[in-house]
Each structure stands twice: as C-alpha cells, then as structure tokens.
C-alpha cells in the first residue's frame, strides 16, 4: 500500500512570507504527526491530530498551526517565515493507538 | 549537545561485523520504544520496537534491548551491511501520548 505522502518535496521562501505543507497518511490512518528535523535541535514534536482533533501540541511559537480533514489528510502551516524556520519537515502517520508510526519523506523548507 | 548531521557520534564498523548503537532515554515513565534508521534525503524507517514489559526483541538481524534500570536501550544489528549506513535514532513514547522524543542519533558508517 502507499506510504506516507508528503507535499512539495522542496520549498524556498522568503522571510516574513507564509507555508503550507500537506501529508498524506498511509490509508485507513487516522493519526497524524508532524515534526521538525535541524541539525542543531534533532527531530522535534510539533502536533498530532487525530480524526480532526489536536491531541498533543509541542513547544513551538503560535506561528506553526495544522489541522486535519475528514479523510485524515493533514497540512501544517508557518506564517511570518524566520530563518529559523528552514529546516526539514517530516510527517508520521499511525492508525491512531502508540505504535505504528510511519514517516514521509519529509519537505524540505529554506527559507532566505 | 551532538546533532543531526553534524556532530553527530559516529560509529565505523567493517562489513560483516556486529553493531552496537547505544541510546539513553530521558523519560523513566515511556513505555513504548521504537528504533529508526533516516538515509539521506528521507524520512526515518521503523526499524524495531519494544514495550517496557520486555527487555529483548529480536528482528531480523536486529535486537533490542532495554534496561529501564539505568534508562538505556541498544540496538544490535548482526553481520552489517553497506546499506545499513544511515543515523540511527531512537525514540520513546511515554503512556497517554502521541508524542515520539527522539535522541540525538548516532551515525553508522560501514566500511566494506
């Protein structure tokens, strides 16, 4: 079956502008994940949804938010891009309990 | 601190060899833990996952091992292989959340 799709593969934006991002999870997934990989953080948490809902929010400024459709397709967006924010943007999908998570490849954003 | 694509710990083997990458977890609470191993340009891979009911899992070619005494777990990959040149990363899970808390990586370089 397919796995995680993530939308585009590679972004440049300037400073101040704004990004969507979209994922789409392996089918019949209900959960969805987002993280941020930089050399200098690692990989870190951003939020998950499931069937619509935000159940867990990491420790970003109010500038990331996401949200997720009925069919479970998920976007995150980043307004008043910071140089800060070019990092790579990964996507896990699970079917919705612990386990399971499956990552995309994730989209690449600079932003200059 | 070490950091995903620079600076990260690196381990060199010769083919054939065993393996031994080491993680310390923060969470003495987490109850689920899962191993994943990012190539270049894509998304961490699931590797192997373990509850904290059990303090050995093996896959194929792969094991491992949890010691919640000192919150440490190993991955031990049998007879390694070129293409297992990738970071490894492990992650935990505590109870109640979605939320994976990965470690800083470990880069295994495999020399043939």
């Known amino acids: 079956k397919a796995g995680v799709t993530q939308t585009p593969r590679y972004l440049i934006k300037t400073r101040g502008q704004q990004v969507t991002l979209s994922c789409s999870p392996i089918?019949?997934?209900?959960?969805v994940s987002w993280y941020q990989q930089t050399p200098g953080q690692g990989l870190q948490f951003l939020f998950e949804?499931?069937?619509?809902?935000?159940?867990n929010k990491g420790n970003f400024p109010g500038r990331f938010s996401g949200r997720q459709f009925s069919n479970s397709r998920s976007e995150m967006n980043v307004s008043t891009l910071e140089l800060g924010d070019s990092a790579l943007y990964l996507c896990?999908?699970?079917?919705?309990?612990?386990?399971?998570?499956?990552f995309g490849s994730g989209t690449r954003l600079t932003v200059v | 601190g070490e950091s995903v694509g620079l600076h990260l710990p690196t381990l060199s083997v010769q083919e054939g060899d065993n393996s031994i990458i080491n993680c310390a977890y923060s969470n003495s609470a987490s109850d689920y833990f899962i191993w994943y191993k990012q190539e270049s340009g894509k998304g961490p891979q699931f590797i192997i996952d373990i509850r904290s009911n059990m303090d050995k899992r093996q896959g194929q070619r792969v094991t491992v091992l949890l010691n919640k005494t000192v919150k440490h777990l190993s991955l031990q990959i049998a007879a390694t292989q070129p293409g297992d040149s990738a970071v490894y990363f492990c992650?935990?899970?505590?109870?109640?959340?979605?939320?994976?808390?990965f470690g800083k990586g470990t880069k295994l370089s495999v020399i043939p």
């Open positions: 896990a999908s699970s079917p919705g309990q612990t386990y399971g998570y499956t």
């Open positions: 992650a935990e899970i505590p109870p109640g959340s979605y939320q994976l808390t």
């Open positions: 949804y499931f069937s619509e809902t935000q159940r």
């Open positions: 089918s019949g997934h209900r959960s």
